[in-house]
């Protein structure tokens, strides 16, 4: 089953997004970027014009709870009065499944999920992690058509966070409904999406697949979430990787294109490297090693120099609709 949405929310939202059967399509984007209330949209909590073909049906003309669509939000608790097993079962239930298969169906899921032995406890004796187990498997056991993830991670240990990216991933593989998932999150939009659909004010910057968008980010918000340098320079953008910086107390004599002064104002552990947070006439990210970290002094408040090989830099057009050239 397709989905061709148009949605519109005047003065905050206009996005087209069209998806095919077996699509995980990431949604990020800045805070207000618009990514919530579209999802929200579709799910029916959020007034919008428009419409949005699931199949022949437009979701827009049903009421929330005739859309059949799976939601796990931020703001959409378990029913606390119902155990694990019953806020899984609930949605068969509610379509029409006798008790005992509903249950059935809920028991497997809550298994795939790894959480069956938790099935007789109530929300508030669940972790953050284990209710948000349980409530992907909620909305997961109805087999839905669409399914909509805002930010299923937010608020999770790191380490749950990604275990249950990895879980939540293998079902995504199998999964042939489609799925939305508005993320903060590059590791989320790059390991779990087939596309990425990238926000800005209420409107569609760039669509592509999670290799395009993240190697040409057309946004500074993306290219912030995957950690490249991208300057623009007249309808073009230039990136260039923080590794591919080279840093230096001096001002360097060669390539006057690719140079620029600034002063550092972060220095953080980045993989094997040191992250610096450069401000001045660019705002830059650059990767030293700890030891040139050391030797150069690189404390915040240091000047310094950033310069890049034009070998290292990638050009690309600036216009979402040339962004495939
Ligand atoms: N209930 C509301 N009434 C009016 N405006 C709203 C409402 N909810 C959100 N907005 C506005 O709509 C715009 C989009 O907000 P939305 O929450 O959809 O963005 P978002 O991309 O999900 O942001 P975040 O990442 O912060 O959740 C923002 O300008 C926001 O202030």
Same mark, same amino acid.
């Given at each position: 089953? $397709?989905?061709?949405?148009?949605?519109?929310?005047?003065?905050? @939202?206009?996005?087209?997004?069209?998806?095919?059967?077996?699509?995980?399509?990431?949604?990020?984007?800045?805070?207000?970027?618009?990514?919530?209330?579209?999802?929200?949209? +579709?799910?029916?909590?959020?007034?919008?014009?428009?419409?949005?073909?699931?199949?022949?049906?437009?979701?827009?003309?049903?009421?929330?709870?005739?859309?059949?669509?799976? =939601?796990?939000?931020?703001?959409?608790?378990?029913?606390?009065?119902? &155990?694990? #097993?019953?806020?899984?079962?609930?949605?068969?239930? &509610?379509?029409?499944?006798?008790?005992?298969?509903?249950?059935?169906?809920?028991?497997?899921?809550?298994?795939?999920?790894?959480?069956?032995?938790?099935?007789?406890?109530?929300?508030?004796?669940?972790?953050?992690?284990?209710?948000?187990?349980?409530?992907? !498997?909620?909305?997961?056991?109805?087999?839905?058509?669409?399914? #909509? #993830?805002?930010?299923?991670?937010?608020?999770?240990? *790191?380490?749950?966070?990604?275990?249950?990216?990895?879980?939540?991933?293998?079902?995504?593989?199998?999964?042939?409904?489609?799925? @939305?998932?508005?993320?903060?999150?590059?590791?989320?939009? @790059?390991? +779990?999406?087939?596309?990425?659909?990238?926000?800005?004010?209420?409107?569609? !910057?760039?669509?592509?697949?999670?290799?395009? *968008?993240?190697?040409?980010?057309? $946004?500074?918000? *993306?290219?912030?979430?995957?950690?490249?340098?991208?300057?623009?320079?007249?309808?073009?953008?230039?990136?260039?990787?923080?590794?591919?910086?080279?840093? &230096?107390?001096?001002?360097?004599?060669?390539?006057?294109?690719?140079?620029?002064?600034?002063?550092?104002?972060?220095?953080?552990?980045?993989?094997?490297?040191?992250?610096?947070? *450069?401000?001045?006439?660019?705002?830059?990210?650059?990767?030293?090693? %700890?030891?040139?970290?050391?030797? @150069?002094?690189? =404390? %915040?408040?240091?000047?310094?120099?950033?310069?890049?090989?034009?070998?290292?830099?990638?050009?690309?057009?600036?216009?979402?609709?040339? !962004?495939?050239?």
């Amino acid at each position: 089953m $397709t989905l061709a949405a148009r949605l519109a929310i005047p003065g905050r @939202l206009d996005v087209e997004v069209d998806a095919e059967p077996g699509d995980v399509i990431a949604l990020v984007g800045p805070n207000g970027a618009g990514k919530s209330s579209f999802v929200h949209a +579709l799910a029916g909590l959020q007034h919008a014009e428009g419409s949005a073909l699931l199949g022949g049906r437009d979701l827009l003309a049903l009421a929330p709870q005739e859309r059949e669509v799976g =939601v796990v939000f931020q703001d959409q608790r378990l029913f606390p009065h119902l &155990s694990a #097993l019953d806020n899984v079962a609930f949605g068969p239930r &509610s379509r029409g499944e006798p008790k005992h298969s509903a249950r059935a169906a809920a028991r497997t899921w809550l298994e795939r999920l790894g959480v069956a032995e938790l099935a007789d406890r109530k929300p508030a004796q669940l972790s953050g992690g284990q209710a948000q187990r349980v409530a992907i !498997a909620r909305a997961l056991v109805t087999d839905p058509d669409l399914l #909509l #993830l805002d930010e299923p991670f937010t608020g999770l240990d *790191v380490g749950v966070a990604a275990t249950l990216r990895i879980e939540l991933g293998k079902h995504l593989a199998d999964f042939r409904g489609i799925t @939305l998932l508005v993320t903060h999150d590059a590791l989320d939009a @790059l390991t +779990l999406a087939t596309t990425v659909v990238v926000l800005d004010s209420g409107r569609v !910057a760039q669509v592509g697949t999670p290799a395009e *968008v993240a190697a040409q980010p057309l $946004t500074e918000h *993306v290219a912030r979430l995957v950690g490249l340098n991208v300057l623009r320079d007249g309808d073009r953008l230039r990136a260039f990787s923080p590794a591919a910086v080279t840093v &230096s107390r001096h001002a360097p004599a060669d390539s006057a294109r690719n140079r620029w002064h600034g002063v550092v104002r972060g220095a953080a552990p980045h993989g094997d490297a040191i992250r610096l947070q *450069v401000t001045g006439e660019r705002d830059l990210i650059a990767d030293v090693t %700890p030891a040139a970290s050391r030797e @150069l002094a690189l =404390v %915040p408040g240091q000047e310094v120099w950033l310069s890049v090989k034009e070998t290292a830099v990638t050009t690309y057009d600036a216009r979402a609709d040339a !962004a495939s050239d």
